[in-house]
């Protein structure tokens, strides 16, 4: 039967035929977050916050205040891809520095 003959008896035959969508999961999200040492400036933390994550010096601030008291410090949220790239970033701009702050990629 060709495809317009079977089309022809679908309709003649009042089967509806619906296509289904694939199921599409979101990507799985990655926190990328900071950890805490005890040699990195408060204000390089807080710079690089804001160069690699786009947060405003307010924001920034919480975040390292929160890497400083709680030992680490979600940056943000991303799919896989950008999260891993942010985290070599961060651990390339740190060691150019010559500071220890280091970034790692957590399951959100």
Known sequence: MSHQDQNDWEIDHGIAVEESEPEVKPPPMYKV???NDDYSPMDFVVEVIMKF???QREQATKIMLQVHYDGKGVCGVYRSEIAETKVVQV???SKANNHPLMC????A
Request: hydrophobic fraction near 45%; proline fraction near 0%; glycine fraction near 8%.
């Open 33 to 35: 977050v900071l950890l």
């Open 104 to 107: 790692v990629m957590e399951e």
């Open 53 to 55: 994550f786009g947060k």
């Open 91 to 93: 651990n390339e701009y």
